[in-house]
């Protein structure tokens, strides 16, 4: 500062294409008394009419860069409108030498592209893909748009971001897109100097479909889209998600059936394990109320036998499709691995051809190729070792006679089912079923499920459901009117309970009745007791002048115990109305007598028995 006294330029409207930096130089030569100086006069920032000069000198080289700009971008889209505009394509496909867009020559890559839409359609996660095609070792092509070989097909391990990148590109269906990303400045950070974001498929600028040839058909690419934005775990936006290993059968797929919204999963219980599905519309309408929960056990296992029976008939079909999908699985990895040798074989003879045309004089060069040959020679010798530990790996192929036994019987279902694990089961069920709506308030004490099948059709089921309360029950008035009939044919509470667990019928948690429960049901609903003293304590003599336990306990000096012994021994002899009903115990006075005399105990001393 200080030290100059004119700035030099051509034009200067050329020393800043910004009005705000035009500006600050403005300030900054006006402050100091700097001149600024073009090819046509001097100017002075000081003055009036040479700062206003100024000033419209570089509002009008702002407009005319922006004007550039967007003649440019014009251009650009109109010639992308016309599918002309030469964009960066994937490592599947190239540019044709005239014109236009084809699929990549060679043919490994053509294969490889092609198995990771045909895993991606069996397996159904864009992570299940990277772990298979990590298990058998196959790398994917990747065309680099910056490095030391851009443009240049480069072969890298198999991550979740590469294999997405495969799945949602347009490209791949045929299609012809410009738009699919947008710049987003708000995103700007450090290390990230032109930050973008993905364009909603609706409002890319330029969509041609069938515009070259492709690995998939748009449909394709289509449902791929919508599988791939559905296992994203988002509640709000009604996605499933992905299946995962918790206990919920029903995970993602189960919906209101009083509001209509996704319910919600829970896990309750002391180690967090019982699966519980929650309406969370509380959230939606801000009442905080929820509007219902369903527990998971019970639907779910009507359910599972619901699919269950719907797969039985079609279990022969269902194991011919699987042992030919796992011999086309077999396949398609043998393939994958002969293109993976040729390439490394023909890149060994490559370079070997490479050292044979240099001249032996020439070490500087004859040394670096012989390095390179080496190389490619132990590249070939370590894919062979990856081929055969992964033949090694594979499960054997089957015979024709072992492919016929099987077939003969079909797949046991209900054994797979046990056999398989969570996520497996969930991934089966959506195959078959699209959604399952639940509803406990429809009928006290039941759930009521409507399933409706990827077909389109619909059935609906129901199931009892455990309940804190009689009240709630959905066989409250059947159990009362069976406990007062079984009551009223003079059965004690212990036989009535017994009766309920034969006629199929259970308490209120789904378990068996017991004496105690019974007991309590009486109390609840007012039902006297067939007892023939009712609920007060025995007396110690009945009307008709027999002894209870009690009284013939007393009457004979001994135990309550005693008694019930000497009964069983028929030393008493007494009488019950019914099993739980008191003894009646007939004693006399001559009988109290006999039993209750001393007795004369003579024992033989030790001299006389010696």
């Known amino acids: 500062m200080g030290h100059a006294g004119l700035v030099l330029s051509y034009d200067a409207s050329r020393l800043a294409r910004n009005n705000s930096d035009w500006h600050q130089l403005l300030q900054l030569c006006s402050m100091f008394s700097v001149l600024i100086a073009d090819s046509e006069r001097l100017y002075d920032p000081g003055l009036y ?17 922006h004007q550039i700009r967007m003649r440019l971008h014009t251009g650009e889209r109109q010639k992308a409108a016309r599918g002309e505009l030469r964009i960066p394509l994937p490592a599947g496909l190239i540019y044709a030498p005239a014109g236009g867009i084809m699929l990549n ?78 710049a987003a400045p708000e995103r700007r950070s450090e290390g990230v100097k032109n930050p973008t974001r993905a364009v ?13 040839p492709a690995y998939i058909s748009w449909e394709t690419h289509m449902a791929i889209s919508d599988t791939l934005a559905d296992n994203v775990g988002n509640f709000k936006a009604g996605h499933r998600g992905m299946p995962r290993k918790g206990k919920a059968l029903l995970q993602g797929i189960a919906m209101c059936g009083s509001c209509g919204r996704r319910m919600a999963l829970n896990y309750s219980g002391p180690d967090s394990t019982h699966p519980v599905y929650r309406c969370r519309s509380e959230r939606a309408t801000c009442t905080g109320q929820y509007c219902q929960e369903v527990r998971a056990p019970r639907v779910e296992a009507e359910v599972e036998r619901q699919l269950l029976a719907a797969l039985a008939p079609d279990r022969l079909a269902i194991t011919l499709a699987t042992l030919d999908a796992i011999d086309a699985d077999i396949h398609g990895l043998e393939r994958q691995w002969t293109l993976k040798r040729e390439r490394a074989e023909y890149e060994c003879e490559r370079a070997r051809r490479q050292y ?52 003969a019987f079909g797949i046991d279902l209900p054994d797979l089912w046990q056999r398989i694990e969570n996520s497996q089961r969930k991934a089966m069920l959506r195959l078959v079923i699209d959604k399952v709506i639940l509803d406990q308030r429809r009928a006290k004490g039941m759930v009521w499920i409507r ?3 990827q ?5 609906e089921h129901w199931v009892m459901r455990k309940t804190q309360s009689y009240a709630e029950s959905a066989h409250a008035d059947v159990l009362e009117q069976r406990i007062r009939e079984f009551n009223g044919a003079g059965m004690m509470d ?50 008709d002048g027999s002894y209870s336990i009690q009284g013939a306990a007393l009457a004979l000096g001994i135990t309550d115990q005693t008694v019930f012994k000497w009964l069983k021994r028929g030393k008493l002899h007494g009488r019950q109305l019914a099993k739980g009903q008191p003894w009646q115990v007939d004693l006399t006075d001559r009988q109290i007598e006999a039993l209750t005399a001393p007795k004369q105990c003579m024992r033989r001393s030790r001299k006389t028995a010696s």
């Open 494 to 543: 212990a036989r009535i309970a017994d009766a309920l667990n034969a006629e199929g019928l259970r308490n209120s948690l789904g378990g068996m009745f017991d004496h105690n429960t019974v007991h309590l049901l009486r109390r609840r609903w007012n039902i006297p007791t067939v007892k023939i003293n009712g609920v007060e304590h025995n007396p110690l003599r009945w009307s």
């Open 105 to 182: 020559p060679d043919a490994q890559i053509q294969e490889r592209i092609s198995l990771v839409f045909d895993s991606f359609m069996r397996l159904g996660s864009a992570k299940a893909v990277v772990r298979y095609l990590r298990r058998a070792d196959l790398a994917l092509p990747v065309r680099p748009l910056r490095g030391p070989a851009p443009h240049e097909i480069d072969w890298r391990d198999a991550t979740d971001g590469r294999v997405r990148n495969i799945l949602k590109n347009p490209a791949y269906a045929g299609a012809y897109v410009y738009g699919r990303r947008c």
């Open 49 to 65: 009419h040479d700062r206003l000069l100024l000033g419209l000198s570089g509002i009008m080289s702002e407009a005319e860069l």
């Open 451 to 453: 399933i409706v099948w």
């Open 200 to 212: 909603p498929r609706e409002q890319w600028e330029v969509c041609i479909q069938n515009a070259h």
């Open 455 to 459: 077909t389109g059709a619909a059935t």
């Open 356 to 407: 044979d045309a240099v001249e032996p004089e020439n070490r500087l060069v004859a040394r670096s190729l012989e390095a390179t040959w080496e190389s490619k020679l132990r590249d070939v010798e370590k894919i062979e070792q990856d081929y055969r530990r992964w033949k090694k790996e594979q499960t054997t192929a089957l015979s024709a006679d072992d492919r016929a036994r099987i077939a």
